[in-house]
C-alpha cells in the first residue's frame, strides 16, 4: 500500500496528467452547455500534450544542442508533435466555438437539453 | 515528367492543398467548381499510377524532404493504401460533377467557394492518411479531413446539421485524441513513430512493456473506432449523414469512414500483427462481437426510420459492421471480403446517397412518405437507386453479393455457423427496409411533392448511373476490385507467418 | 439451321432473345401493335434457338458457354443439358402461346401499364432460360434471384392494396428464403466439393456424413422457395393476386418449375441419388413432399375462389417433382421430369381458362360456375382437359408421370409414396371433378343470364387456350420428345 503511494508520488507528473484526461472527458460527457463541452475537450486536450511532453525530459539530460561538453539531451522530438496538435486543438476549438455561436444564432441556446426540446418539438 | 514522377506521393497530396488555399481565395463558387473539378480529376491519375508502379515493382518508399526514415516522415505505398487511394481518389472524381448543381441549390451563394475549399482539404486529409507511413503524420491528415468534415456537415441546410456537426466534432475529435494518447504510448516504448520501424521494434519490446503496448493498441483501436462509426461508437454518423447537404453526405460515406478503416486494418495487421501474437488479446473478439452488433442492430434501425437520408446512414453503420466482421475475421477469405466490401460498400452508398440528393434536388424532400411513386417522375435514378439496393441485400450479379459471398466462407473456414446466420440475418433485415423505400417510391401514386419531379439534369443524372452500373459490373468483373484485394490480404496475413 | 449456328452461339441468343426484347419494348410504348410484335419476336427467336439445340442435345451432344470468372470458384456458365433442355422447351414454347393470350387478356380488361407489363414478362422468361441453361449453382442462384425480381412488379401490377401486400410476401418468402437457407448451402457445398458445377453423379460424394447431407438438402429443399415445398408456398396464392397471363405462365410454368427444377438438379446433379440413397435421405423427403402434396389438396377443396384453387392445385402438384426425387431411383426421376412437363400443359390450360371466365363472364368463384360450359365450350372443355391431366388420367399428359412416380414407389416399397399418390389423385379429382360437372351438367342460375354477357371470349384467349388443351392431350399420344430428354438426363 504505502509502496504504491510512494510510486505515484514519484510519478505525481503522470497523476496530473490522468487526471486531466478524465477530467476533460468528465465535462464533456456530463455537462449540457456547448461551450463548457469545448472547455472540457481543451482540457482533455491538453492531458495528451502533457502525456508527450513529460517524458521528453531524459533525467539528467540537458538542452538538446549539440556540446562537447554533454552526452544526454532532452528529447525535442515531443515538443514538435505536441507543437502540432496544439495547433489543431487550437483549430478544433475555433471550429467548435463558431458551430457553437451558429447554434446560438438558430436555436437561441446553448444548452443540450434545451436544444433536444426544440428538435423534438419541430 | 521524369522530373515529377519520383515525386507523386508527395503530389497526391500537395496538389489538393493548394487547391485549397486558392479555392479559398476565391469569391465565386463557378470558378471554384471547375478548380475542384480540375484537382479531383487528376487524383486518380495520381493514384492510379501510384498503385500500378506498386503492382509492377512493389512498394513505394518517398521521404519527404529527402530526411530518412525513421526520422523523417515517410510516404509509404503498398497494395492496400495504393488501392484505398485509388477508391478515395475516383470516387471524388466521379461525384464532382453531381456537386456543381445540388450545392447551388443547397448552399448558399455566398458559401461555395468555401464549400470547394473544404472539400479540398478534406480530400487532402483523406489522401494523406492513406498515403503517409507516419503515425503521427497520420494525425495530423487525419484532423485535417476531420475539422473539414466538420464544416462540410454544417453547411447543411437544416439547422439540426450545426448540431449534428458539433456533435461529430466533439466524438472525433475524442476519437482523434485516443488516437494520439495510444501512439504517445507506443511512442514511449519504441522511440519511433514511423509505422514499419514500429513494427519492428514492438516485438522487441514486447516482453518487457506489454502492459503499455496493449494499452496503446486499446486507445488507438477504440480512437480509430469512433473515426470509423464502429458501433457503439456510431452515434455522430446518422446525424451528420442525414443533414449534411446531399454531396458531402455521398463523399463522406464512400471515403472517410473507408479511410478510418484502412487506419485500422494497416495497425492491426502491418504493425501489431507483425510486432507480437495478437491472438491473446481479445481483439478480434470485440471487433466481431461488434461488427455483428452493428449487422444487425443497425440495419433493424434502418427499418424504422421515416428519413430517407437517415435510413441510408443507419444502413452504412450496419454495412461498415460488414467490413469490420472481415477484420474480426482475420482469416484469408474474411479478410478479403471486408477489404472488398470497402470498396463495394463506398460504389453502394455513393450511388444511394447521390440519388437521394437528386430526389432531394427535384421533390425538396428526404421524407419518405412525400416520395411516394417518385420512381414515376424520376425513373433513371430510381432505377440506380434499386440497382444500388439490391447491391446492399446482396443480391448476386452486383457488388454486395461479392463481400458477402467471402464472408461466409471467412466465417465458414472459422466453422462459425452462427456469424453466417447474422450475415443472412442481417441480409434479410436490409431486403425490409430496401423493400419498403422500392415499394414506396414504384408502387404508390406520386405524392404532390413529387408531381413535378423529373430526371435531374445530365450533369447530377451521370454520376449517379455510373455509379450504379459500376456496382453490376463490379459484381460480375472483379478482376479490379477481388483481385488487388486478395493480393493485399496476402501481404497483410503473410507477414504474420 | 443447327449447323450454321455453333450451338454455343445457340445459346447466348436463347438467353439474349428475352432480354434484347426487354430493351426494345419500352421503344415502342405508343404503338402496341408493333410493342406486342417485339414481345412475339422475342418469344418466336427463343423458341426457334431452343428447339434448335433439342437435336444435338438428344444425340448426346452438352453444348458448353463459359461467359466469365467473377471470382475464384465462381463463374458465369452454361451447359445444356437434357433437364434443362426440357425446360427450357416447355418454357420457351408456352410463352409463345402465353404471348397470345396476355394480348388478348390485357387489351380486352384495358389493363393499364402494359409497357412494364410487357418488359418485365420478357426478363422473367430470359432470367427462366438462364437458369435452364446453368452450368454451376451460382449462374442458376443469380437467375433465380433475377426472376423473382422480374417477376415482382408483374405480382404488384394491380397497384391495389391487396396487390402490394401480397408483392410484400412474395419477395420476403422468396428472397428471404434463398438468402437464409438457399445462400448459405450453396456456400457449403462450395466449401465441401471445391466446386460447383452440376455433375453426373453429384459433386458431394463421400464428401460429408449423413447428418451433414441431411442439413444440406433440408437447406436446399427449404430454401429454394419457388419450388413451394411447406412451409415456403404462402406466397403462391397471395401471387394470385396478378393478372392471369401472369398466373398462368409464371406462376404454373416458369416460376414454380424453376423452383422443382432447381430441386430435381441439385438433387441428381450436386448430391448424385446414389449418395443420398446412402444416407438415407429418402424417408424424410418423402414425408416433407407428401405431406405438401396432401395438406395442399385439402386446402384446394375449401377454396370458393378459382384461382386459389389452382394455386393450392400447383402446390400439390409440384411436390410431386419433390416426392419423384425423393423416392431416389432412376425411374421416379423420369417420372418426376415428365410431371415438370405435363403439369406445366395442364396447369396453364387451366390458368388460360379460369382467366377466360374472369374476361368474358367477370366470374371468379367456383360456386358461381354453373351451367358454364353451355355457354363457354371451348374454355370449359379445356378446363375440363386440364383438370384431367391433373388428376393423372389417359389421355392426358398427366398420366405419364404419375405413372412411373408410381411404378417407382412400388418397385422400392415406398408404400407411403403410393399411400400419398392414391389418396391425392382422389382429392384431386374431388376439388377439380365438381366443377367440371357443374359447368357441364347444372342449370346456370337464371338471375346472371339476364346480366352476364354470355359467349367466349376473344379468339386469342380461345386459340391460345385450345392450344394448350391440344399440347396436353399431343404429350400423351406423342411423349417422345419428353421421355427421350428425360430418359437421356438419367442416362448421361
Known amino acids: 500500500m504505502t509502496q504504491m503511494l510512494f510510486t505515484l508520488a514519484e510519478h505525481y507528473n503522470y497523476v496530473i496528467t490522468i487526471f486531466l484526461m478524465m477530467a476533460g472527458l468528465y465535462i464533456v460527457i456530463a455537462r449540457g452547455n456547448l461551450v463548457k463541452k469545448l472547455v472540457g475537450l481543451s482540457i482533455f486536450q491538453t492531458s495528451v500534450y502533457l502525456l508527450y511532453i513529460e517524458p521528453g525530459k531524459i533525467l539528467g539530460g540537458t538542452a538538446p544542442i549539440i556540446d562537447p561538453a554533454f552526452t544526454v539531451y532532452s528529447n525535442p522530438l515531443p515538443h514538435v508533435l505536441i507543437l502540432t496538435a496544439i495547433v489543431v486543438g487550437v483549430a478544433t476549438l475555433a471550429l467548435g466555438l463558431a458551430l457553437a455561436v451558429r447554434i446560438n444564432e438558430s436555436y437561441g441556446t446553448i444548452e443540450e437539453d434545451e436544444l433536444l426540446e426544440v428538435d423534438r418539438e419541430t | 515528367m521524369t522530373a515529377v514522377w519520383p515525386h507523386l506521393p508527395a503530389l497526391q497530396v500537395v496538389i489538393p492543398l493548394i487547391g485549397a488555399l486558392v479555392a479559398g481565395l476565391l469569391r465565386r463558387g463557378g470558378v471554384a467548381f471547375v478548380l475542384a473539378t480540375a484537382v479531383s480529376w487528376t487524383m486518380p491519375l495520381i493514384a492510379g499510377a501510384l498503385l500500378w508502379q506498386v503492382l509492377q515493382t512493389g512498394p513505394i518508399s518517398y521521404h519527404l524532404g529527402g530526411w530518412q526514415p525513421p526520422w523523417g516522415i515517410e510516404y509509404r505505398i503498398d497494395v492496400l493504401n495504393g488501392f484505398v487511394l485509388v477508391l478515395v481518389s475516383v470516387i471524388g472524381a466521379v461525384i464532382m460533377p453531381y456537386a456543381r448543381l445540388s450545392l447551388a441549390f443547397e448552399i448558399d451563394e455566398r458559401n461555395q467557394a468555401w464549400t470547394y475549399c473544404m472539400y479540398l482539404l478534406c480530400l487532402t486529409g483523406l489522401l494523406g492518411i492513406t498515403v503517409t507511413g507516419d503515425a503521427f503524420n497520420a494525425f495530423v491528415f487525419l484532423e485535417i479531413s476531420s475539422l473539414s468534415t466538420y464544416v462540410l456537415i454544417a453547411l447543411g441546410r437544416d439547422r439540426r446539421a450545426l448540431l449534428s456537426a458539433f456533435q461529430y466534432l466533439i466524438m472525433g475529435t475524442i476519437g482523434a485524441t485516443f488516437y494520439v494518447i495510444g501512439i504517445g504510448l507506443l511512442y514511449l516504448v519504441t522511440g519511433t513513430l514511423n509505422m514499419a520501424d514500429l513494427a519492428g521494434r514492438l516485438g522487441p519490446a514486447w516482453p518487457e512493456h506489454s502492459r503499455a503496448i496493449v494499452a496503446g493498441a486499446t486507445f488507438i483501436v477504440v480512437g480509430l473506432g469512433l473515426k470509423l462509426a464502429l458501433f457503439p461508437l456510431h452515434f455522430w454518423l446518422p446525424g451528420a449523414y442525414a443533414y449534411a447537404p446531399s454531396w458531402v453526405t455521398a463523399f463522406l460515406s464512400a471515403t472517410a469512414t473507408k479511410v478510418a478503416i484502412y487506419l485500422l486494418v494497416r495497425f492491426l495487421f502491418s504493425i501489431f500483427g507483425v510486432a507480437f501474437d495478437t491472438s491473446g488479446l481479445p481483439i478480434a473478439a470485440m471487433i466481431l462481437g461488434l461488427s455483428v452488433a452493428a449487422m444487425v442492430i443497425a440495419s433493424f434501425i434502418a427499418v424504422f426510420e421515416t428519413d430517407l437520408k437517415r435510413m441510408l446512414a443507419y444502413s452504412s453503420v450496419a454495412q461498415i459492421g460488414y467490413i469490420t466482421l472481415g477484420i474480426g475475421l482475420a482469416n484469408e477469405a474474411g479478410l478479403t471480403g471486408g477489404l472488398v466490401h470497402v470498396v463495394n460498400h463506398a460504389l453502394l452508398k455513393a450511388t444511394l446517397f447521390l440519388a437521394a440528393g437528386a430526389f432531394f434536388y427535384r421533390a425538396h424532400t428526404v421524407q419518405l412518405q412525400d416520395l411516394s411513386g417518385i420512381g414515376r417522375r424520376m425513373p433513371l435514378t430510381a432505377a440506380a437507386f434499386t440497382i444500388a439496393g439490391f447491391g446492399l441485400v446482396g443480391t448476386p450479379g452486383t457488388v454486395g453479393f461479392i463481400s458477402k459471398w467471402y464472408l461466409v466462407i471467412g466465417a465458414l473456414d472459422h466453422s462459425w455457423w452462427f456469424v453466417v446466420v447474422f450475415i443472412v440475418v442481417s441480409s434479410v433485415i436490409a431486403l425490409v427496409y430496401v423493400g419498403r423505400v422500392l415499394e414506396i417510391v414504384w408502387l404508390r401514386a406520386p405524392s404532390s411533392q413529387c408531381a413535378e419531379a423529373g430526371d435531374p439534369p445530365a450533369s447530377m443524372l451521370l454520376p449517379i448511373l455510373a455509379l450504379a452500373a459500376a456496382t453490376i459490373y463490379f459484381g460480375l468483373e472483379t478482376e479490379w476490385t477481388a483481385r488487388v484485394v486478395e493480393t493485399a490480404t496476402d501481404m497483410l496475413l503473410g507477414r504474420l507467418r | ?492
Not at chain 3, 391495389?160 to 437464409?180: E, I
Request: charge should be positive.
Open chain 3, 1 to 492: 439451321m443447327t449447323s450454321l449456328i455453333a450451338p454455343e452461339s445457340l445459346i447466348g441468343i436463347a438467353i439474349l432473345a428475352p432480354f434484347a426484347g426487354a430493351l426494345l419494348i419500352p421503344a415502342f410504348r405508343r404503338h402496341p401493335n408493333l410493342r406486342e410484335a417485339v414481345t412475339l419476336a422475342s418469344a418466336v427467336v427463343l423458341c426457334l434457338s431452343v428447339a434448335a439445340l433439342l437435336p444435338g442435345v438428344l444425340a448426346g451432344a452438352r453444348p458448353d458457354l463459359q461467359v466469365l470468372d467473377v471470382v475464384p470458384g465462381l463463374s458465369l456458365a452454361f451447359k445444356v443439358e437434357p433437364l434443362g433442355m426440357l425446360f427450357a422447351l416447355v418454357a420457351a414454347s408456352l410463352w409463345v402461346v402465353n404471348s397470345l393470350y396476355s394480348i388478348g387478356y390485357m387489351r380486352t380488361n384495358s389493363e393499364p401499364r402494359q409497357t412494364g407489363f410487357y418488359v418485365c414478362f420478357a426478363v422473367a422468361l430470359g432470367s427462366t432460360i438462364g437458369l435452364a441453361f446453368a452450368r454451376n449453382l451460382f449462374t442458376l442462384f443469380l437467375f433465380y434471384e433475377a426472376l423473382t425480381i422480374a417477376t415482382y412488379p408483374l405480382v404488384t401490377h394491380k397497384l391495389d392494396h391487396q396487390a402490394v401486400r401480397a408483392g410484400r410476401l412474395y419477395l420476403l418468402l422468396l428472397l428471404g428464403s434463398s438468402l437464409l437457407l438457399f445462400l448459405p448451402a450453396i456456400v457449403v457445398t462450395w466449401m465441401l466439393a471445391g466446386t460447383l458445377d452440376f455433375t453426373p453423379g453429384g459433386i458431394l460424394g463421400g464428401k460429408a456424413d449423413a447428418p451433414l447431407l441431411t442439413l444440406l438438402l433440408a437447406l436446399y429443399i427449404f430454401g429454394v422457395g419457388k419450388a413451394a415445398v411447406m412451409p415456403m408456398h404462402f406466397w403462391l396464392p397471395a401471387a394470385m393476386v396478378a393478372p392471369t397471363p401472369v398466373s398462368a405462365l409464371l406462376h404454373a410454368v416458369a416460376v414454380v418449375k424453376a423452383g422443382v427444377f432447381t430441386i430435381l438438379k441439385v438433387v441428381m446433379l450436386i448430391f448424385g441419388i446414389e449418395t443420398l440413397s446412402l444416407a438415407g435421405q429418402s424417408l424424410w423427403l418423402t414425408v416433407i413432399a407428401g405431406t405438401t402434396i396432401i395438406v395442399a389438396s385439402v386446402i384446394a377443396l375449401a377454396q370458393d375462389n378459382l384461382k386459389r384453387r389452382l394455386a393450392y392445385s400447383t402446390i400439390s402438384q409440384l411436390s410431386y417433382v419433390v416426392l419423384g426425387a425423393a423416392i431416389l431411383t432412376p425411374i421416379s426421376l423420369v417420372g418426376a421430369a415428365l410431371h415438370i412437363a405435363a403439369h406445366a400443359v395442364g396447369k396453364i390450360t387451366l390458368f388460360f381458362a379460369a382467366g377466360s371466365i374472369h374476361t368474358a363472364a367477370h366470374l371468379t368463384q367456383v360456386s358461381q360456375l354453373d351451367g358454364l360450359g353451355r355457354r363457354m365450350p371451348w374454355t370449359m372443355g379445356a378446363f375440363a382437359i386440364g383438370a384431367l391431366a391433373m388428376i393423372g388420367v389417359p389421355p392426358t399428359a398427366g398420366f405419364l408421370g404419375k405413372w412411373f412416380i408410381m411404378t417407382a414407389a412400388v418397385q422400392t416399397s415406398n408404400w407411403l409414396a403410393v399411400a400419398v399418390i392414391c389418396t391425392s389423385t382422389i382429392l384431386t379429382a374431388g376439388y377439380f371433378l365438381p366443377i367440371v360437372y357443374r359447368a357441364f351438367f347444372r342449370a346456370p342460375p337464371s338471375a346472371h343470364d339476364a346480366r352476364h354477357v354470355v359467349g367466349e371470349a376473344p379468339w386469342p384467349i380461345v386459340l391460345a387456350l385450345t392450344v394448350t388443351a391440344a399440347a396436353t392431350l399431343l404429350l400423351f399420344i406423342w411423349p417422345e420428345i419428353p421421355f427421350r430428354l428425360a430418359t437421356s438426363m438419367i442416362g448421361s
